[in-house]
C-alpha cells in the first residue's frame, strides 16, 4: 500500500459521517453512469423469530424531516429515562429494530400484503449515529457512536428502551478544542473485567479506552488513550490479542500494545505498565504514543483480524480505499506487521468498505461491501489468503451505498446488507457454495416520520440480537 496516492484521486470518501449528502456518484469507473435500479426483496416470513435486527440510521437530524420532538429536562441521574441524554434539537430517529422471521425474512405488514413490517421500535439518539455494538456480555446492551459522543441504551422487555449513559464531547472536555469526536469504529474486548470499549475517534485522532461497569455503562470520559498525530484520523480498530490492538486511519496502519486492556502511556518508557487515574490526560496538549509497528496506508475503511494457532499470530485483513483493493498482512508474536503484504485482490473502481468473515463447511470467505459500485462482492479465501477475483458478486447499483453486513451465524442463509443510499436493508441469499444471489430476497420498506413521509435515513450499520 502506498501513501503517494492522494493526489491521483478524483473523488473521496472519507467514511460515513461525510457521506450523508452524497448521491451515488463519483470516483473512477464510467460503468457507473447505467441506470439499473436494484430491486427490493419481496419475499416475506409471516411467523416472527426471537431474531431482532439492530439497524443505524445515520441520518437522524430531524430538522431534515421536521420530525423534531421537545427535548426532556435533564434528569437528577443523567442518562437515565426521563432525561439527561443528547438527542440533539430533538431527534426521534437513530436507532430502529426489525423483527426477523424465522426463515430469516423481514416479516411482512399484515396491514399491507406484500410489503415489509414496519420496525417494531425506533430510538432516538444524538445526531449522526454511524456504528453500533452489542454488549458481549448482555445483548440488551447497545453501544452507540454518534458525531459528538458514544451513547449507551439498554432494551427493555416488550419493547422501549432507555438511554443509560453517554460520553463528554470534545468541548465539554475541552473547552478548547475545535474538532468532533468522530468516532467511526468500535472493538470490545469481553476478556478483562467486565469488557474494554475502544473507540477509534476521526475527529479526536486518538483510540479511547472505556473499561465498561457491571451495569454495561462507561465513564463519561475514557480512562486513558493512544494519542495520534494531527492527521491520523482513526477509522478502524481490531483486536489483535490480550496483548495487541491495530488502529488504521488516513494514512497508516499501526499496532499498539495493550497491558490489561488499557494502553501503557507514552512516558516515562514506552514499556511502562498502564495504572487507570494515574496515566496523561486525553484532552489538550498531550505527547503523540508511539507504535509498536506500522505501514503505510492510504485511507482504511476496515480491517478484520483472523488468528492462527502458530507464528505468525494472524492475518490482518484490510480494505483500503485510495489502492481499491484488499490486503492480507502477517502480524507477529511481538506486534510487528509484515512489510509486505501476503495477499491482495486486483486493483479495480470498488471502494471496498466493511468486511465480514465466514468459515463454514463450504470453506472461508470474506464477504465486503463494494460502496462505489453498489454491491457486495465474496472472496473464497485460499489458505487464508486473499484471490485475485471475486467468487461471485451481487447486481451493481451505485446508487444503493452498501455499507454494514450482518449474518444471523453459525447456520445463517442471508446476508443483510445496510443499503445507504437506497435507505432500507436488503436479504440476500447465501447459496451452499458461499456466493450470493444476485438481487434480494427480502428488503425492509423505506423509512418513514409518523405522518406517513418518506425520509432519508441513510442506515448504515447492523446486527442481529435477540430479540429484548
Known amino acids: 500500500m502506498s501513501t503517494g496516492a492522494w493526489g491521483s484521486r478524483v473523488a473521496r470518501y472519507v467514511g460515513l ?25 419481496t419475499s416475506f416470513d409471516t411467523v416472527a423469530s426471537n431474531q431482532v435486527l439492530l439497524v443505524v440510521e445515520s441520518k437522524n437530524h430531524c ?30 430517529r437513530g436507532l430502529a429494530l426489525y423483527r426477523l422471521g424465522i426463515n430469516g425474512r423481514f416479516l411482512e405488514n399484515p396491514a399491507q400484503p406484500g410489503t415489509a413490517a414496519p420496525p417494531e421500535q425506533i430510538i432516538g439518539t444524538a445526531d449522526n449515529p454511524r456504528r453500533a455494538l452489542v454488549s458481549a456480555a448482555n445483548p440488551t446492551v447497545v453501544y452507540v457512536a454518534t458525531d459528538e459522543r458514544i451513547q449507551v441504551f439498554r432494551l427493555l422487555p416488550g419493547g ?71 492527521n491520523s484520523e482513526y477509522t478502524s480498530l481490531s483486536l489483535l490479542s490480550r496483548d495487541f490492538i491495530a488502529a488504521g486511519g488516513r494514512s497508516e496502519i499501526q499496532i499498539f500494545r495493550r497491558v490489561e486492556g488499557l494502553f501503557p502511556p507514552p512516558t516515562p518508557a514506552p514499556a511502562a505498565t498502564p495504572t487507570p487515574g494515574s496515566t496523561p490526560g486525553c484532552f489538550g496538549a498531550q505527547l ?7 505501514i503505510g496506508a492510504a485511507i482504511v475503511n476496515d480491517t478484520l483480524f483472523t488468528p492462527s494457532q502458530s507464528a505468525p499470530i494472524g492475518q490482518l485483513f484490510i480494505s483500503e480505499e485510495v489502492s481499491d483493493k484488499l490486503f492480507t498482512f502477517n502480524i ?57 477475483f471475486p467468487l461471485s458478486k451481487t447486481a451493481k447499483d451505485p446508487k444503493t451505498l452498501p455499507v454494514g453486513l450482518a449474518v444471523d451465524e453459525p447456520s445463517g442463509t442471508l446476508l443483510y446488507v445496510a443499503e445507504a443510499g437506497a435507505g432500507r436493508i436488503d436479504a440476500f441469499r447465501i447459496a451452499a457454495d458461499g456466493s450470493l444471489a444476485r438481487e434480494p430476497e427480502s428488503s425492509t420498506a423505506p423509512a418513514t416520520t409518523s405522518d406517513g413521509r418518506q425520509i432519508d435515513s441513510f442506515p448504515s450499520d447492523i446486527s442481529i440480537i435477540p430479540a429484548p
Open 17 to 41: 459521517a461525510l457521506l450523508l449528502g452524497l448521491a451515488a456518484c463519483g470516483g473512477s469507473s464510467s460503468d457507473n453512469s447505467h441506470t439499473f435500479d436494484l430491486p427490493a426483496g
Open 332 to 388: 507477529d508474536a511481538s506486534g510487528t506487521i509484515g512489510s509486505k503484504e501476503t495477499s491482495s485482490t486486483k486493483q479495480g473502481a470498488s471502494f471496498y468498505q466493511n468486511l465480514l468473515r465466514r468459515d463454514v463447511a463450504a470453506g472461508s470467505f470474506i464477504y465486503t461491501s463494494v460502496f462505489q459500485e453498489g454491491r457486495v462482492s465474496v472472496f473464497q479465501l485460499e489458505n487464508n489468503l486473499l484471490p485475485e
Open 288 to 294: 503523540v504514543s508511539i507504535p509498536l509497528s506500522q
Open 63 to 92: 430538522g431534515d424531516s421536521g420530525s423534531c420532538v421537545s427535548t426532556p429536562l435533564p434528569s437528577p441521574t443523567p442518562g437515565l429515562a426521563g432525561g439527561g441524554c443528547d438527542t440533539g434539537n430533538g431527534n426521534s
Open 160 to 230: 422501549g428502551s432507555r438511554c443509560i449513559g453517554q460520553t463528554k464531547t470534545e468541548k465539554e472536555s475541552d473547552p478548547n478544542s475545535n474538532h468532533d469526536l468522530d468516532p467511526v469504529d468500535f472493538a470490545l474486548d469481553p476478556t478483562v473485567g467486565n469488557g474494554v470499549l475502544y473507540v477509534a475517534g476521526r475527529g479526536s485522532n486518538r483510540v479511547d479506552a472505556y473499561p465498561i461497569g457491571a451495569d454495561g455503562t462507561i465513564a463519561d470520559e475514557p480512562s486513558n488513550c493512544i494519542i495520534g498525530s494531527n
